[in-house]
């Protein structure tokens, strides 16, 4: 037996802040991205808590990639005001921060569940709608990701006010996670129906509007940003449902290690991820007995309507579009170009760890292809 769970409430479109204008809790914790607070942006959240008559605290102490001594912060301050709810506003770091933030408080005080409402201001992650938190050892720089129920969101606010200000190329990176986060769930080693219509749509919709949503600030496209909002959350789904692959498991090195930003580091990985899961290179003509996830990511390219004459052909168009999206959003298409001044030498340095650090990641587990460490080397190497 299979089962699909979705617990999160999620409000979109129009003017889905004003959920917050009906809230029934009194006092509020707000954990917000500083950007929020400086931008005057968290009014968008305050201003609908005022006419719920509802006092709030807001605790912006977030930084890119939270680590276990920010946490450890935001759980005094939480505990400090034990108050009954909990909002995280902000990209993937915010929420991800106020979901260790609330777990933790959790764990000393047991019988403290404050409610949760995530409202994400970037278009990525899909935080919003998981039960996984990445949490960072600053230390060891290695990035965990903490999997448990308790952390999703009892509600989300998807609403492209919070959007708007986010800057083209931070766009560009958010939006390649999300085409991260379908095409590995897509082709995850426990992918199901759910799953699959999750991804497909979300793949699709990255395909119309992710560069259109790049070019937001010339064109100001409203419709851009909001499917791109959208489409962030259904891959979220998706991915909470049946969790990520290999392409994750080294952008998490290169995060932790070279501090490349998330969704970045996986456009970089992912069309190698997809070569060597497919074992398709560019000389490919016939594959012997090719896995199923070759017709898996053949299906998808159909299905965003890319063309190629058979399943080998469609994956290679795959690989290409991702290509041409990074370079049409000006994103770097290798590790050298991410980080111009780490040397190869440094770089090389460091590959066994971070092999192995991949290796044991919890989303290999779900990569369709098992990966060896000397073949985890190697797209280490591929992507330099
Ligand atoms: N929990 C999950 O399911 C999950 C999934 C994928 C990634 N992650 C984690 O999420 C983090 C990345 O999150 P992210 O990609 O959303 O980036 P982020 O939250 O780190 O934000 C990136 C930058 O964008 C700025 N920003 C945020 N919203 C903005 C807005 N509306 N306007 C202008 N600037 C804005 C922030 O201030 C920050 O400087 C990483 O730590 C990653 O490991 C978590
Ligand atoms: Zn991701």
């Known amino acids: 037996m299979r089962s699909c769970t979705l617990k999160t ?13 009906t809230i029934e809790y009194k006092k509020v914790f707000i954990i917000a991205d500083p950007f929020t607070v400086s ?53 993937g770091s915010a929420i991800d921060l106020t979901k260790c933030v609330r777990q933790y408080a959790n764990k000393l005080h ?5 409610y949760f409402i995530a409202v994400p201001t970037t278009s990525g992650t899909g935080s919003e709608v998981t039960a996984f938190a990445v949490i960072t050892d600053t230390e060891q720089n290695i990035k965990h990701a903490l999997i448990d129920d308790f952390l999703l969101p009892n509600e989300a606010i998807l609403d492209v006010e919070m959007v708007k200000s986010v800057p083209a190329s931070i766009t560009a990176d958010t939006g390649m996670d999300v085409m ?5 769930a897509y082709v995850s080693t426990e992918a199901d129906y759910f799953s699959d219509m999750y991804a497909e ?12 949503s790049y070019k937001y600030p010339q064109t100001h496209e409203n419709k851009a940003r909001e499917k791109m909002h959208v ?3 259904l891959a979220g789904i998706a991915f909470n449902a049946v969790s990520l692959g290999l392409c994750h498991s080294i952008a998490h090195q290169l995060g932790a290690q070279f501090h490349i930003p998330h969704g970045r580091a996986n456009a970089i990985v992912l069309p190698n991820v997809i070569a060597f899961n497919a074992e398709i290179t560019e000389k490919t003509i016939v594959l012997e007995n090719p896995s ?16 190629g004459y058979d399943d080998i052909a469609c994956v290679k168009s795959l690989n290409y579009f991702i290509r041409s999206m990074q370079i ?10 991410a980080i111009p001044d780490v040397s190869f030498e440094e770089y090389l340095s460091r590959l066994d760890d971070m092999a192995e650090a991949a290796l044991l990641d919890r989303c290999t587990k779900t990569n369709p292809r098992v990966p060896t460490k000397a073949e985890v080397i190697e797209i280490f190497k591929e992507i330099w």
Do not use: W
């Not at 199923?292 to 063309?307: F, Q, T």
């Open 110 to 114: 047991p019988d403290y569940k404050p």
């Open 9 to 21: 409430t999620i409000h979109f479109e129009g003017n889905a802040l004003s959920r917050l204008s």
């Open 201 to 212: 749509k979300a793949t699709s919709l990255c395909k119309h509007y992710l560069v259109r």
């Open 180 to 184: 991260a986060h379908a095409l590995e």
């Open 328 to 337: 049409e959003m000006g994103m770097p298409v290798c590790v050298r170009d």
């Open 39 to 91: 931008s005057g942006l968290i009014n968008q959240v305050t201003k609908h808590l005022d006419t719920a008559g509802a006092k709030y605290t807001v605790y912006s102490d977030v930084v890119p990639d939270p680590s276990v001594e920010k946490v450890a912060l935001g759980v005094a301050a939480l505990l400090r005001e034990m108050s009954p709810c909990v909002i995280a506003v902000g990209g």
């Open 292 to 307: 199923s996830c070759v017709s898996k990511y053949a299906n998808m390219s159909r299905r965003i309507g890319l063309i």
């Open 231 to 233: 489409a962030s959350c």
